[in-house]
């Protein structure tokens, strides 16, 4: 199966720019994801990318895949305390798209 | 008008018991998926049913057992609990898939098992 990687922890001051990282095992992944988790409820999906894209924008996200290296991050701009959370990767691959294969999670501070 | 949802949210039990809990999607989902997420936050998928059928069984316990009555509910019964099943279950669900489709998967709150 896949592997995907994560940091663990990241902290930021309020209103700067956050940047989460990701690395996965298997080229053959279509879809590459970002769930957030807020303390005591379940993921939601914030953003996907195709794999064949290199960028994605959405309001304060930006999404980069880096194919080649098999890197996915994840940018929040103006970052605000109401982001704190914990932020998963995730891929899925077209032909086992049942298949789900999350990160470890980074856990994200923002200090106000 | 939830979409996923999880009974009990909380449940706290002797070790040897043995216990359920129960899922329900109202999205008309195909996928169905449990999930544990240990105390670092990891998150590892259990099962996933599709169409009332087991097309994805990871390395578990026996167990843990799913039961899909309809494509609608998924239930995770556990025999012989042990101190290691504390965890949060995750229930989540998914429209089947076509070949270019992205897949996503809506999350219930989450049940938290506490074995004593």
């Known amino acids: 199966g896949e592997d995907v990687e994560q940091s663990l922890f990241l902290s930021v001051r309020e209103g700067d720019s956050s940047v989460i990282n990701c690395t996965y095992t298997?080229?053959?992944?279509?879809?590459l994801y970002w769930y957030k988790q807020e303390p005591g409820a379940g993921l939601q999906l914030l953003t996907y990318?195709?794999?064949?894209?290199d960028m994605k924008q959405d309001q304060r996200l930006t999404v980069l895949l880096n194919k080649k290296d098999k890197h996915l991050s994840l940018r929040i701009a103006d970052t605000q305390t109401g982001d704190s959370a914990i932020y998963f990767c995730a891929s899925s691959e077209q032909h086992t798209g049942n298949q789900f294969y999350f990160g470890t999670g980074t856990s994200l501070t923002v200090i106000p | 008008d939830t979409a996923v949802s999880q009974t009990p949210k909380y449940l706290v039990t002797q070790m040897g018991n043995d216990k359920s809990i129960k899922c329900e999607q109202n999205?008309?989902?195909?996928?169905m998926y449990w999930y544990k997420q240990d105390s670092k936050k990891f998150l590892k998928i259990m099962f996933s049913?599709?169409?009332?059928?087991?097309?994805i069984n990871e390395t578990v316990p026996n167990r843990f057992s799913p039961k899909s009555p309809d494509k609608a509910h998924l239930n995770l019964h556990i025999n012989s609990l042990e101190l290691g099943d504390s965890a949060v279950y995750f229930c989540?669900?998914?429209?089947?898939?076509?070949?270019?489709?992205?897949?996503?998967?809506?999350f219930g709150p989450g049940t938290r098992l506490t074995v004593l």
């Open positions: 999205l008309g989902h195909d996928t």
């Open positions: 989540a669900s998914s429209q089947s898939l076509g070949a270019s489709d992205y897949n996503e998967q809506f």
């Open positions: 990318i195709f794999s064949n894209m």
């Open positions: 298997d080229s053959s992944s279509t879809y």
């Open positions: 049913y599709n169409n009332k059928e087991l097309i």
